[in-house]
């Protein structure tokens, strides 16, 4: 599969990130949380993702940048088994990965916890297929 992070798979509508915060389950894997919403499957995307690192967890812009960055690399290499779930289970998954540590933080650990969390998204998004 391919491992680049294109425009399309970057969610960028408001009212699409008003409803995933609105109602959005949660995962929480420390020093990150993750929103996401399971729904059936609308477009040729199979999961839109959005990095977020809040101002007022790190103050310096070059640091929320760096583990924004990190994020994004950790996710791009690590997407193809939430991507090929969704796309088997004719489901569109959007989620939202939230830094919530108060220090910038080493590669490793991003990545180290961005796959927990694709990892238990993977296995909700098969319990809800099984379910339905």
Not at 37 to 50: A, N
Not at 54 to 79: F, G, I, S, T
Not at 92 to 120: C, M, N, W
């Amino acid at each position: 599969m391919e491992q680049r992070l294109t425009k399309q798979e970057r969610l960028n509508k408001q009212d699409a990130i008003q409803a995933l915060f609105k109602k959005g389950s949660s995962i929480k894997e420390r020093p990150f949380r993750s929103l996401f919403i399971i729904e059936e499957s609308e477009g040729e995307i199979p999961v839109q993702v959005l990095f977020v690192v809040p101002k007022r967890k790190l103050k310096l812009a070059v640091d929320r940048n760096r583990v924004k960055r990190l994020m994004r690399e950790a996710y791009r290499k690590n997407k193809s088994g939430i991507n090929e779930g969704a796309t088997s289970a004719g489901k569109t998954v959007t989620v939202a990965l939230i830094f919530t540590g108060h220090k910038p933080i080493s590669y490793s650990t991003v990545e180290d916890k961005i796959i927990l969390i694709l990892q238990r998204l993977q296995k909700t998004l098969i319990n809800e297929t099984s379910n339905a």
